[in-house]
């Protein structure tokens, strides 16, 4: 199971007993913030594109939306998600437990400049009722990314 995967790969920070397993599913923002109790736009929702030959993740916050012109601008193609059975394949992990965090190789990992607004998010842990807790600087660290950028909207009219 991807949950395996991604204990095993955050072990080497000793953080594979930080993940948060629920009796409900956490496989959409609006659920995973029922079971941790916590407002929506904490969650880091990890969403999957492919650009030109490479496959990408993008980690947001759950309260925006991509950007078409923003992603364009940046990777110079149109924002294309992955399809769920590509997402298997190309990311290692299903949708609704996709996140950062012991991807297949050569997937590429970017975060969102609308998750430093908060002191800590919960992305998930390769499976629908997974979580774990992280600032955002641990998440940068814990998910290998190649930096952060900014390509989604709909959330600075909700910065606190």
């Excluded at 940046?74 to 190309?90: G, H, N, Q, S």
Aim: glycine letters at 6%; one cysteine or more; proline letters at 3%.
């Amino acid at each position: 199971m991807a949950i395996d995967k991604v204990r095993e790969y955050l072990k080497r920070w000793n953080k594979d007993e930080m993940i948060l397993e629920f009796d409900v599913s956490s496989a959409t923002v609006e659920l995973a913030a029922q079971a941790l109790h916590c407002e929506p736009e904490r969650i880091a929702k990890t969403l999957s594109f492919k650009v030109d030959d490479n496959y990408i993740l993008i980690v947001a916050a759950g309260d925006t939306k991509i950007d078409n012109a923003k992603f364009k601008g940046l990777f110079k193609t149109k924002a294309k998600m992955l399809a769920p059975d590509e997402v298997i394949e190309f990311v290692g992990h299903e949708i609704g437990g996709v996140c950062p965090f012991g991807v297949n190789d050569n997937v590429r990992v970017y975060l969102d400049i609308s998750l430093r607004r908060f002191n800590t998010v919960f992305p998930a842990c390769g499976s629908s009722n997974s979580a774990i807790e992280l600032t955002p600087d641990e998440l940068e660290k814990y998910s290998n990314s190649l930096g952060w950028i900014d390509v989604c909207k709909g959330w600075q009219e909700n910065e606190s």
